[in-house]
């Protein structure tokens, strides 16, 4: 079975203070994909990283970056100088096999509070 | 714009009938699709998978007459909640997998149900 843990349930800074949100996963299959999401207040779930089991390489995108790690099983998320509108909460969501659109399992969520 | 459609986004019903939830991909063809269900402040779990043409397949511990699933079209899934109960009240969210070639899934925005 498949799990994705992430430790921290609220993380509040104050705005332009970098944060990184933790996601650690478990899995026996060698192929998968690992998300990261983000839930605004609205609900709507929002993508913003996709990563395969065989891509270590860390990826920037503008004030994210994104650090993953197969030796310690963690998909670690940083958001650069923070704003109010990375308020939400971000899901580490991971699956398994062949394609990246099979079921996902996530992790409890980190709710990001970030204050002006 | 959305790919996936979702409706209706709020629903409010008295105990005892039944809720039907819509869930399209706008422009592609889903051969399957995915429900979840997200109690407040929690992480989404997957309910239930849904195939085009056959049954639906769900998770362990979902109630199959509970939850009924109809994928009668490359477009449409519906998730029918019957003889809802206050404790069905949740945000339901489905996904389908993306565009061939971007392999990734894109998520309604979520149905939020309340039972009165």
């Known amino acids: 079975a498949q799990k994705v843990t992430q430790a921290q349930t609220e993380i509040s800074v104050v705005e332009k203070e970098d944060v990184t949100l933790d996601c650690v996963y478990e899995t026996r299959d060698t192929t998968y994909y690992l998300f990261w999401y983000k839930q605004p207040p609205s609900g709507e779930l929002v993508f913003l990283i996709r990563r395969n089991s065989f891509d270590e390489q860390n990826e920037i995108s503008g004030r994210y970056s994104w650090n993953f790690q197969k030796s310690t099983s963690s998909f670690n998320f940083t958001i650069t100088a923070s704003q109010v509108v990375d308020s939400a909460v971000y899901f580490c969501?991971?699956?398994?096999?062949?394609?990246?659109?099979?079921?996902?399992?996530f992790g409890q969520g980190t709710i990001l509070t970030v204050h002006p | 714009g959305a790919v996936v459609s979702q409706h209706p986004s709020r629903v409010i019903c008295k105990s005892g009938t039944s809720v039907k939830i819509e869930c399209r991909s706008l422009d592609f063809q889903a051969t399957t699709m995915f429900w979840y269900r997200q109690f407040p402040k929690q992480s989404l779990m997957l309910m239930a998978t849904?195939?085009?043409?056959?049954?639906?397949?769900?998770e362990q511990g979902v109630e199959k007459d509970k939850f009924l699933i109809n994928h009668a079209s490359l477009t449409l899934s519906t998730l029918t909640v019957t003889s809802a109960h206050p404790e069905d009240s949740s945000f339901y969210i489905c996904?389908?997998?993306?565009?061939?070639?971007?392999?990734?899934?894109?998520f309604g925005a979520g149905t939020r149900l309340s039972v009165l």
């Open positions: 849904s195939n085009e043409g056959s049954k639906a397949t769900y």
């Open positions: 969501a991971l699956s398994v096999g062949g394609t990246s659109y099979g079921k996902l399992t």
């Open positions: 996904s389908a997998p993306g565009l061939a070639g971007i392999n990734i899934q894109y």
